[in-house]
C-alpha cells in the first residue's frame, strides 16, 4: 500500500523557517519524481516545488523561489521541503505527492509544473502551515 506520511509544519512569524517532510512506503521511492502543491485558505491547489528521481532536478513556483528548497534523501524514502523567510502569504495546507509514472515529470514541461490530479495520484495528508505574528 502507498502512503505519504507528512510532518513539520506549524505556526512561525513572518521571515521565520520550517522544514516539512514526507515520508513514503509501498512503492520505490526513488523511482519517481515527486511534488509540494499547497492550498491557502479560500484558495484552489498551487503547485510549489518538483523534484526529480535522483534529486538532481528541482522546478520551483515563481513566488517560492530563492525562499524554498526541495531535496530528497532515496535511502530515507523522505522528500522535503525547506522554506526559509516565510511570508504570511505561504500560510496553506502543504500536500506532498507522488508522480504516478515511473522515472517522468508528468506534470512538468520546460521547468515549470502544474498540480498533479487530485484523484489519480497518492497523496500525503497534508500538513498546515501558518505565518502569523
Known amino acids: 500500500e502507498v502512503q505519504l506520511v507528512q510532518s513539520g509544519g506549524g505556526l512561525v512569524q513572518p521571515g521565520g523557517s520550517l522544514r516539512l517532510s514526507c515520508e513514503a512506503s509501498?512503492?520505490?521511492?526513488?523511482?519517481?519524481?515527486m511534488y509540494w502543491v499547497r492550498q491557502a485558505p479560500g484558495k484552489g491547489l498551487e503547485w510549489v516545488s518538483s523534484i526529480s528521481v535522483r534529486g538532481n532536478t528541482q522546478y520551483y513556483a515563481d513566488v517560492v523561489k530563492g525562499r524554498f528548497t526541495i531535496s530528497r534523501d532515496n535511502d530515507k524514502n523522505t522528500v522535503y521541503l525547506q522554506m526559509n523567510s516565510l511570508e504570511p502569504e505561504d500560510t496553506a495546507v502543504y500536500y506532498c505527492v507522488k508522480d504516478p509514472a515511473a522515472y517522468k515529470a508528468t506534470y512538468c514541461l520546460g521547468g515549470s509544473c502544474s498540480v498533479p490530479d487530485r484523484n489519480s495520484n497518492y497523496w500525503g495528508q497534508g500538513t498546515q502551515v501558518t505565518v502569523s505574528s
Open positions: 509501498g512503492f520505490i521511492f526513488s523511482s519517481y519524481w
